[in-house]
Structure formats: structure tokens, C-alpha cells
């Protein structure tokens, strides 16, 4: 009686497998599988024209296993340096443009 209750477990383990492998292959081949996680935080993003302000206001969310805050905090020190910089420039070259424009102009 013990071999016959033996020999039933493991078929009814060999079965539930094969129908869990055959289940996985079918949901493989048709594209399923687990679903991307629902993130339940905002996404951290930055305006289209970004300026040095703007990254001075990006906050990103704590995680376990998140990046070394003290290396996102100097990326983003320099992004806002570069494009303070690049702010600088571009009106500085406008500065110089409308100089050249207003020299040209005739006195009438």
C-alpha cells in the first residue's frame, strides 16, 4: 500500500510540472511573461530647455539599492556648472550680436 501511495505522489508531481512547463512555454511563445513593474513614483524629468535652476530643483526618490547619492549629487553639480556656463555664453554672444547689428544700423 505504501509503494502504491509512493508511486502516486511522485505522478502527480511529474504531472504538475509537466503542465507548469507546458503553461510557461505557451505564455513564452506568445509574448507573455511578467509585466514590467508600475513604477509608483513620478518620473524624475528635466523641462526641454533645461538651465542650471532647473537640475538645482531635481530631487531623485530613496532606494534600497539606489546610486551612491553623493555621485549623482556631483553629475548634477556639474551639469548646472556647464550649463550655467553655456547660459553665460549664449548671452554674452547675443550681447555682441545686437552691438554689431545696432553699429550697422545707419543714423538717419
Same mark, same amino acid.
Given at each position: 500500500m505504501s509503494f502504491f501511495l509512493v508511486f502516486l505522489a511522485i505522478a502527480v508531481a511529474g504531472a504538475v +510540472?509537466? +503542465?507548469g512547463a507546458g503553461m510557461? /512555454?505557451?505564455s513564452r511563445n506568445s509574448g507573455a511573461g511578467l509585466d514590467e513593474p508600475v513604477p509608483? $513614483?513620478?518620473p524624475v524629468l528635466l523641462p526641454a530647455g533645461a538651465k542650471a535652476s532647473d537640475v538645482d530643483r531635481v530631487r531623485f526618490a530613496l532606494g534600497l539599492r539606489g546610486y551612491r547619492m553623493d555621485q549623482v549629487d556631483q553629475v548634477l553639480d556639474e551639469l548646472r556648472d556647464? $550649463?550655467?556656463a553655456q547660459e553665460r555664453e549664449i548671452? /554674452? $554672444?547675443k550681447r555682441s550680436l545686437e552691438t554689431a547689428r545696432n553699429q550697422e544700423e545707419p543714423t538717419a
Open positions: +510540472l509537466f +503542465l510557461a /512555454r505557451s509608483n $513614483l513620478p556647464q $550649463l550655467t548671452d /554674452r $554672444l
